[in-house]
């Protein structure tokens, strides 16, 4: 039967014949997608000072990811991993946009320019490191939330991260 899953982490709407393991818009895991009459999206009432500052880093490292993932995509040359970096970009930008909801701020834009390389083994290198912090900020603001809701948000985030970080360590592996 076709039907609708809503994500608690980003909001986007996934409509399909059975739930999907992952959010296809943000990355989270499957327990985080809901159908529509089970939805409830991780909003927090109340934000304490240091969360709300945690939510503005976390969305400028997720723009800088996005910025770096934009790069990527557009600059190594083998197309399938283009492609990966093309999606990565797409999900660390939906991460940057659910945050911006969470605080009540605007959306920032994407910059266009970014260094990274021509060699897919080599961004994604520079993508793990990119993944490696997100995830050690991510687990720290987690930590530091006074909120259940801002706590579970970074802790998706962590587990969103994780499952980046897994897919550069098999490419560098090879």
């Known amino acids: 039967m076709f039907e609708a899953f809503r994500c608690e982490v980003c909001g986007e709407t996934y409509l399909g014949y059975s739930k999907p393991e992952n959010c296809p818009y943000c990355g989270a895991h499957q327990e985080y997608l809901k159908r529509l009459e089970e939805y409830e999206r991780i909003m927090p009432d109340e934000i304490s000072e240091k969360s709300h500052e945690n939510v503005l880093k976390a969305i400028d ?9 934009a790069c990527a995509a557009r600059k190594t040359e083998n197309d399938l991993d283009a492609a990966v970096f093309k999606r990565l970009k797409k999900i660390e930008a939906e991460h940057a946009e659910a945050l911006a909801e969470i605080i009540d701020v605007p959306e920032k834009e994407i910059p266009t320019y970014e260094e990274c390389s021509k060699e897919a083994l080599e961004n994604y290198k520079q993508s793990h ?14 930590s530091e939330a006074k909120n259940s809701e801002i ?14 970080l897994d897919l550069s360590e098999r490419k560098i592996s090879g």
Do not use: P, T
């Open 129 to 142: 490191e990119r993944e490696e912090r997100a995830i050690r900020k991510y687990s720290q603001f987690a």
């Open 61 to 69: 490292l997720e723009i800088g990811n996005a910025k770096f993932y």
């Open 151 to 164: 706590k579970e948000l970074f802790e998706a985030l962590v587990e969103i991260e994780q499952d980046h």
